[in-house]
């Protein structure tokens, strides 16, 4: 049962982590006085999903009133406020899909060192990596399909410890790319990062 606990902790910290590192560039792109044309491509596309909710099933006047309130935006050339990037469902937070947002945001995760990445991509259980591994065993925890006395089945001390040091240490490096993302204010275009 303890086993199993820490799983559902280590998937919190995993989606936690994924959370604060978005809120922190939405703040850093809320916060400049910066108008849309002055994000990187990438954010700018987060922009336009936000303003537009381009990601929601909306009707025909949802759709227009949405439209509308960016092309008044644009026209009128406000700074962005409130920007909130569209994170997806929650459960499914792993290595790959922190990487497919990265990717869409525009942050590059090469500051991760290769030997984080080769011990989070090594095969742990069932010939997936710690992330995969947490994040299928949370996944089973919370649609019932395993108990708590199955999560942790076959599980010793020391390999816990291990899968626990090698998702500390993989997120405090994506935590480490996501600020020297917003340091470097690499969320503008070129031409605006000096300024």
């Known amino acids: 049962l303890l086993y199993a606990g820490v799983y559902l902790h280590l998937y919190n910290l995993v989606e936690a ?19 849309p044309f002055d994000l990187s491509t990438e954010l700018r596309q987060e922009w336009v999903r936000s303003v537009a909710r381009t990601h929601e099933d909306l009707n025909t006047s949802g759709r227009l009133e949405a ?30 899909e922190i990487y497919k947002l990265s990717q869409r945001l525009g942050i590059d995760l090469q500051c991760l ?8 991509k090594r095969p742990f259980r069932d010939n997936d990596g710690a992330l995969k591994v947490i994040k299928k065993r949370r996944n089973k925890l919370a649609h019932g399909e395993i108990s708590f006395a199955e999560c942790g089945d076959g599980l010793s001390a020391s390999e816990l410890e291990m899968l626990s040091n090698v998702t500390t240490q993989y997120l ?4 480490a790319c996501f600020e020297r993302h917003i340091s470097e204010r690499q969320y503008l275009h070129p031409t605006k990062r000096s300024a």
């Open 67 to 96: 439209a509308i309130k960016m092309c008044e935006h644009l026209v009128a050339l406000l700074p962005i406020r409130n920007f909130e990037i569209f994170q997806g469902g929650g459960g499914n937070w792993d290595d790959e």
């Open 172 to 175: 405090s490096e994506v935590i």
């Open 113 to 120: 060192q290769r030997s984080t990445q080769a011990q989070i």
């Open 17 to 35: 982590t994924v959370s604060q590192c978005i809120s922190a560039l939405e703040t850093a792109a809320s916060t400049s006085g910066m108008v």
